[in-house]
């Protein structure tokens, strides 16, 4: 099975600060790094490193084809993305002592998708692949739509949430991976529970997963459901936690894997890459989460 991932490319600048800019104040950060980012670039990166066979679809500026390269070099195929006239997309992120972020997003081209360039990707694709997307680019709701009527499976992480979400036919989704946040937006609760429970009854047929930071994560499909607690560790820079989580998740559900054995190696995943800083370069590989969930 191979994914294509149809998702976000931006630039990230990290500032470092002594705390989040309050409202009317300036600050100076304590340092600037320049990554590669967006949630469509670290899951693909993250599922590569889980060792999935992934390919990459979306749109760049002249100034992203750093990104390329950076996809490339985890082993992610670049030959679906699209150069554009619209400045790459971009992300400024606070990151505060605790490793804690905060993040403005600025979706250039990454809304420069068409419907045009998904018929053209996923003609690519066969029955079965996985069609991995998130909510920063054009066309979710018609990949949404598209991928079902030639049977592949669909997962979304429904990162950022927002109004377009409302247009998406949930129901048509193998995967369905939410935060407090992206849940409860969508089923109108914030009990972790009640969650799962309102948007399994909207998607009997979608494992919905939620996770809970500190507390962990939680996933439910028809009557099954599980639990994980988070891992304590030191953390960094949470920045890519909830990508490296959603990459490492779909390659335990592609081999079949159980619920609770789905959650367990994303959370080792994502616990590995909070302790390290930055976003695509803090995802560990798999040997790395395998020694971790051992040790």
Same mark, same amino acid.
């Given at each position: ?6 998702? *976000? ?5 990290? =500032?470092?600060?002594p ?14 790094? !320049? ?7 670290n ?9 999935l066979?992934? =390919?990459? /679809?979306?749109? $760049?500026? &002249? ?5 390329? &390269?950076k ?16 400045k ?10 605790s490793?804690?972020?905060?993040? $403005? ?10 419907? &045009?360039?998904?018929?053209r990707?996923?003609a690519?694709?066969?029955r ?7 909510n920063?680019?054009s066309?979710?709701d ?9 049977g ?19 129901e048509?989704l &193998?995967?369905?991976? !939410?935060?407090?946040?992206?849940? /409860?937006?969508?089923?109108?609760t914030?009990?972790?529970?009640? $969650? ?8 009997p ?6 996770t ?13 459901t599980?639990q ?5 560790v ?23 894997g *159980?619920l ?5 190696? /994303?959370?080792?995943?994502s ?6 800083p ?9 040997d ?7 040790a």
């Amino acid at each position: 099975m191979r994914v294509v991932n149809i998702g *976000s490319l931006n630039i990230d600048y990290v =500032y470092e600060m002594p705390h989040f800019v309050q409202p009317g104040e300036t600050l100076s950060s304590r340092s600037l790094r !320049v990554n590669c980012g967006g949630k469509g670039l670290n899951q693909s990166i993250a599922a590569a490193k889980a060792g999935l066979e992934v =390919y990459h /679809a979306g749109c $760049i500026g &002249e100034e992203g084809v750093f990104l390329k &390269e950076k996809l490339a070099a985890a082993g992610v195929r670049t030959d679906c993305i699209r150069q554009v006239a619209d400045k790459t997309g971009h992300a400024i992120i606070q990151v505060d002592p605790s490793g804690q972020n905060n993040i $403005i997003l600025y979706s250039g081209a990454n809304h420069a998708l068409t419907e &045009e360039d998904v018929d053209r990707v996923l003609a690519r694709f066969d029955r079965g692949d996985m069609v991995l997307l998130q909510n920063e680019t054009s066309c979710v709701d018609y990949i949404v739509r598209r991928a079902w009527e030639l049977g592949m499976r669909t997962a979304l992480n429904a990162a950022p949430s927002g109004e377009n979400l409302q247009q998406v036919p949930l129901e048509k989704l &193998e995967w369905l991976l !939410v935060n407090e946040v992206e849940g /409860a937006y969508l089923a109108g609760t914030t009990d972790p529970r009640e $969650i799962l429970r309102r948007l399994g009854a909207r998607c009997p047929d979608t494992t919905i997963v939620l996770t809970l930071g500190g507390d962990g994560s939680m996933a439910a499909r028809g009557g099954e459901t599980a639990q994980v607690p988070a891992m304590r560790v030191h953390a960094v820079d949470t920045t890519a936690a909830g990508d490296t989580f959603t990459g490492y998740f779909l390659r335990r559900a592609a081999e079949g894997g *159980s619920l609770e054995d789905c959650l367990r190696l /994303a959370t080792a995943a994502s616990a590995l890459a909070v302790t390290r800083p930055g976003a695509a370069d803090s995802i560990p590989a798999y040997d790395e989460v395998q020694a971790f969930l051992q040790a």
